[in-house]
């Protein structure tokens, strides 16, 4: 089966930074788009960032300009990088994948376990 498994969440201080890793593994066929979400206690899990398997990024309204999303293709891994954060950037971000594995060849959306971002101010 496919596995996703994130790190790099812990805790820093307003203006820090902080890198996500997001890693695909299993019996995978075909990889599609990768997109980051959060979820903050309390809020709907919202979109943070995306990246095509094309190439192609879109980031949220509050992430332009200070996250960047990324990926090697080659580890089948992807990162969100999170400059000058902001105490409401805290929340569990979560990584889902778009992932045909070779089991059945149909794509489906795979999630990570979620790791969690804490911005102190």
């Excluded at 201080?13 to 890198?19: E, P, T, V």
């Excluded at 990768?34 to 980031?59: C, D, F, K």
């Excluded at 300009?65 to 105490?87: C, E, H, V």
Aim: aromatic share 10%.
């Amino acid at each position: 089966q496919v596995q996703l498994v994130e790190s790099g969440g812990g805790l820093v201080q307003a203006g820090g930074s902080l890198r996500l890793s997001c890693t695909a593994s299993g019996s995978i066929f075909s990889i599609g788009d990768m997109h980051w979400y959060r979820q903050a206690p309390g809020q709907q899990r919202e979109l943070v960032a995306g990246i095509s398997s094309g190439g192609a990024t879109n980031y949220a309204d509050s992430a332009k300009g200070r996250f960047t999303i990324s990926t090697d293709n080659a580890k089948n891994t992807w990162y969100l990088q999170m400059n000058s954060l902001k105490p409401e950037d805290s929340a569990v971000y979560y990584c889902a994948v778009e992932v045909a594995p070779y089991s059945d060849w149909r794509e489906d959306v795979y999630w990570g376990q979620g790791t969690q971002v804490t911005v102190s101010s």
